[in-house]
């Protein structure tokens, strides 16, 4: 049982410093945000994360978790101390280190002996060396800053992190090294990494940006597809029969990718290549295709609706950039929107969850729908972008009639072409 910190209580810090409660060690949980430690405190989850909140109230009643905005009580209890801040992107796509730092500096301020500091944010290469030097300001007792970047996925979190695929942990240190593999001893030694602070803060980028990679390989693939008159689905499914492929491979095609980690990392990488003279060029065409994928629904909606979209009435289907989260972060629905608003669109929307965070940022330029199957009444298009599973097996023959055109556009495959063309559909998907 080790006494432990998280500074920064958001999709990431939440579920690392509740799992590790969960795994029998005390955790404070602090956030600048006031409001969301009110509400933490008394038992409402700021995020929507699929077995979260039952851990979160499990734990703040065994009195393993608590939550606070005092930073300086926190470290001075804790021998761990993590640090799960934003990181989010600045204008030109570099990465912006002021949460960090200020985190750094609380530390800093408040070192009263050895600790484990952890960054568990994903932060440029180096960036392990910018925390030291903030710590060392305050404090000139020993102390050790640790790389542990987090894989979590959002939508299943708390099974990522219970269950990860792997363990990273850079450090130089014998003394660090052995804290942190008695942490996370519960996960067996097979799928741990240790290694140095920068090659675990490469191996971060490097997974994010490889699967981006993969993303917008498939789409490529598809537009292709699209022109010459072949299926992306089958083109995907025979090469993730490719074992040197994999069956886990992220190639389904779609309307691009979005959430608040790839976009981020990949434009992260890209400016951290640039400032050292590395050509990377195959990243830059990687965030160039998403760009255009988020945009290439627009041309399809018109194919079936007709150019002039004014005034027309069209219903989307899904706001979260992926199901099961409410995060709707750089989400392909975001874009979509913009690009009918500013064509004088009628928008409906249905999410199961993310709405009130669309709401956010969209306020009452859209109208919010309650019901999945009500929702596309006397509408000229539906449009799908997010494979939440519940439009998956939606009464499709009620939705027909309820709909003004039978016209549907499907950004992300889940309904089968020729199924569609029986009900009698006109149906336009990615690839396909
Ligand atoms: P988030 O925006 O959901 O949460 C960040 C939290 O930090 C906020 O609650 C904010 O109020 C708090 N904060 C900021 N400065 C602070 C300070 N000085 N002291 C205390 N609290 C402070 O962010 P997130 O999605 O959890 O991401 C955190 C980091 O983890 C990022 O670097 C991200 O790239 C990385 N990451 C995210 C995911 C993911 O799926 N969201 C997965 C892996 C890694």
Redesign the pocket.
Known sequence: MKKITV????????VTGTCLAEMGNEVIG????RK?IDDLNHGVI??YEQGLEELVKGNIKNGRLTFTTD?SGAVRESEIVFI?????PMFDGSVNLE?VR??AK?VGENMNGYKVIVN????PIGTGDVVSRIIEEKYNGEFDVVSN??????GT?VSDFMNPDRVVIGTSSTKAEKIMCDLYSNFGTENMVVTDVKTAEMI?YASNSFLATEISFINSIANLCEKLGADVEKVSQGMMLDKRIGQKAFLHAGVGYG???FP??VKGLIQIAQENNVRFGILEEVENTNNAQKQSLLGKIQKLVGQDLRGKNIVLWGLAFKPHTD?VREAPALVVIKQLLDRGVNIRVFDPIAQKQAEKILGESVFYESNLEDSVKNSDCLVILTEWPEFKVVDLDKVKKKMNEANVVDGRNIFDPNEMKKKGFKYISVGR
Do not use: H, N, Q
Not at 7 to 14: D, K, M, N, P, R
Not at 149 to 154: D, N, S, V
């Open positions: 500074i920064g209580v958001g999709y990431v810090g939440l602090v956030d600048i945000d969301r700021p995020i930073v799960a801040v934003g990181t989010p949460y200020s985190a609380s568990k944010s994903t932060v970047p987090e894989f979590l996925r959002e979190a971060k959430g608040s980690c981020k990392d995060d």
